[in-house]
């Protein structure tokens, strides 16, 4: 199942048992005994483009409500320092669901984690490095030309 | 006969321009400190990269068109455009190295749409990204708000004549104070009073409902310049229905109402002239618009039967309202569900608000409440004409800051503006079914481009064509600038070319 699937034909998968397979990104979000994950079933699940990966198009993915308990076995979240968990979450689909003000969701009753995630390794690229080095010393230079350009006018 | 710009014009041209690029520059060190703060190395380095680029062009430009000649109308407005365009092309420049931009074209068309709070957008993996790019993302969308010339005046101007031409040439026209450097500065002092008093709460908002306090501080920032400057922008791709929480939509309503308003009444009411809330004619005219787009929204919502629930109806409902009308674009709902779930009668309901937009001389888009307002007066004063004797001379009167006598060239000037914006949405819909997208999502995202709304049900991606996404750029620029300088800049071009 995946979330194209789910908000093309959302009324025809509401209140159905199923099972969706992403990365969970962001962060969780506790109340009380339950909490809010965001997995996302899109092209980056495996690899963001921080991560290596060429653009694919947007993120797409699913709100999942959650017991506290379930959440806390997620470890990554997707974010710019990290590759999330990719997990799989078996639950009822909810087209807009009455009990969060018309949330499109899934109330999910398992959690497995499929593939643990990792922190991802940002490298620096020299070129850029220079280039930068050389574009400020270039303001630099010309902002001391403006400065003479403007003492003379006085 | 056309006169050929002169070489003066194009050094007064060159010289306001490479100031406002300079401003720009300045602008980037908030993203740069914050890639230093949280060892962002490699989006630091792109960001010195742009703020370099933006630098050398600036100062070359004011070396090279060094004259001391004051600028005239077409200056300003011609000004205001070009440096939009500029500041465009190198404000993209942190987006394009990020390596989340299908193109350079992509990366401007998100620069574009920040800058004029449109809130469209092309980035991909935007889950991803760094807090440094999120921030010059929110960035450029709070202070597109105020407007690009607005920073530059308030920073980088002293005391020049010329300086309201240019202020006017960005789409506003009202001075709350008499000089129009204090004006900027004013802008500035109520949209940052607003950013500490919003922020806070969203802040406190996002700890309750289970968000890390560094987080929640980061969302909240963002969160609000993307409300306050009606952008719609947000960090995350699911926008605000991230948050799943009744209390953060409605602090988003508020800081999206508030920011709709015009600077002038929020300058009223600052000064302690409170009964303005009541009697101007933009309130009262989105209020009204408001209220009807939200009877045939409700209307087809309750045709379809999409929510079963009438608070979950009411929720959904009147936050993509709110949002719309304010030309916020802010959602909690799949951009795809307005389609597939909402239909073509609740989607009407959502074209008619973004359409028509908020309030003039704010941070929003559209014709403005005060156009609607106007013209609607028009009409009541035409209807009295016909009922009233012929001998009888009609006055008609409205309110805004002060009450004024209804004239024809107040009605023609709002006509013209009402009609150019009927023009961008029809040719940006005209645009979308030429390339084969259905009539309604055309119709839907054309609006909301020309409208700078940013609520979208699909149409704009990636994968669309790039024609599209320079006319979608074109009907964003023009759009925020509400046409003039825009007009100017071509009869420019038109002059050097043909002109004597």
Redo the contacts between chains.
């Keep these: 199942m995946t979330s194209t699937t789910l908000v093309e034909n959302a009324t025809g998968w509401n209140g159905r048992i199923i099972s969706f397979k992403g990365e969970a990104i962001g962060e969780r979000m506790v109340r009380g005994g339950m909490a809010w994950i965001h997995v996302n079933d899109d092209a980056y699940m495996e690899k963001s483009i921080e991560a290596g990966a060429a653009t694919e198009g947007y993120n797409g993915g699913q709100a999942i409500w959650l017991s506290s308990d379930l959440a806390r076995q997620v470890r990554f979240f997707g974010d710019y320092n990290n590759q999330g968990d990719l997990v799989k979450i078996t639950g009822v689909f909810n087209a807009a669901c009455a009990d969060h003000g018309g949330d499109m969701d899934i109330h999910a009753t398992e959690l497995f984690v499929v593939a643990t995630g990792h922190p991802v390794v940002h490298e620096i690229k020299m070129p850029r490095a220079v280039l930068a080095a050389s574009l400020v010393l270039s303001s630099v230079f010309l902002f001391w030309i403006r400065q003479r350009v403007r003492s003379r006018r006085l | 006969m056309l006169i050929r710009p002169r070489h003066n014009d194009f050094k007064i041209i060159g010289l306001y321009t490479g100031k406002v690029v300079i401003g720009l520059a300045m602008l980037m060190t908030v993203p740069l400190a914050m890639a230093l703060s949280l060892g ?3 989006p630091a ?2 960001f ?2 742009a ?3 933006c ?2 062009f600036g ?2 430009s ?2 090279a068109c ?1 004259t001391t000649q004051d600028l005239r109308w077409s200056h300003g407005l011609v000004i205001a455009s070009f440096s939009w365009f500029v500041a465009t092309v190198l404000g993209a420049i942190p987006h394009g ?1 990020s ?4 193109s350079f074209i992509d990366a401007m068309f998100d620069v574009m749409s920040g800058y004029t709070t449109t809130g469209l957008y092309l980035i ?8 440094s790019l999120n921030m010059w993302r929110h960035l450029l969308t709070y202070v597109g708000g105020q407007g690009i010339i607005v920073v530059a005046l308030t920073f980088l101007f002293r005391g020049s004549a010329g300086a309201y031409k240019m202020y006017v040439g960005e789409g506003k026209d009202e001075r709350l104070l008499p000089n129009v450097i204090r004006t900027a500065r004013a802008i500035w002092l109520v949209s940052l009073a607003y950013l500490a008093v919003g922020s806070l709460a969203l802040w406190i908002a996002g700890v309750a ?4 306090p560094l ?1 929640s501080l980061l969302h909240a920032m963002w969160v609000f310049m993307g409300a306050w400057s009606t952008g719609g922008f947000a960090p ?3 926008n605000t ?4 929480s ?1 209390a953060y939509e409605i602090i988003c309503v508020i800081i999206m109402v508030v920011g709709s308003f015009n600077f002038a009444l929020h300058w009223s009411l600052w000064t302690g002239r409170r009964s303005e809330l009541w009697k101007d004619i933009e309130i009262i005219s989105f209020t009204a618009t408001l209220t009807i787009a939200m009877i045939i929204a409700t209307a087809g919502l309750m045709q379809l039967g ?4 009438s ?3 009411f ?2 409902m009147s936050y993509q309202l709110f949002s719309g009308h304010t030309t916020t674009g802010f959602g ?3 951009s ?2 307005f389609v ?2 909402w239909g073509p009668l609740a989607m009407l309901g959502v074209i008619l608000a973004m359409a028509i937009g908020a309030s003039a001389c704010s941070t929003a888009g559209g014709f403005k409440g005060i156009r609607m307002g106007i013209l609607v007066t028009a009409v009541i004063q035409e209807i009295r004409r016909m009922i009233l004797p012929e001998s009888s001379h009609v006055v008609q009167k409205w309110h805004h800051i002060t009450t004024r006598v209804l004239d024809d060239a107040t009605v023609r000037a709002a006509m013209l503006i009402v009609l150019s914006y009927i023009a961008t949405y029809s040719i940006g819909t005209l645009v979308g079914v030429f390339y084969g997208y259905d009539l309604m999502d055309s119709l839907f995202d054309a609006v909301s481009a020309g409208s700078n709304t940013g609520l979208s049900c699909g149409l704009t ?3 669309m064509p790039t024609a599209m996404k320079s006319v979608y750029i074109l009907m964003m620029w023009a759009g925020r600038l509400e046409f003039m300088s825009l007009f100017a800049l071509t009869g420019y071009m038109v002059a050097w070319g043909h002109g004597r």
């Design positions: 962002e190395w490699s380095i792109d010195l990269i703020i370099g680029a630098l050398s100062l070359a004011e070396i060094q190295l390596g989340h931009f299908g991909q993996d935007l889950d991803h990204i760094s807090n409902i289970g968000q890390s987080r995350q791709s699911y229905f991230y948050y799943h009744i999409v929510y079963t629930d608070v979950a109806l929720r959904k909690t709902i799949y795809r569900t597939r779930q991606s990636p994968s």
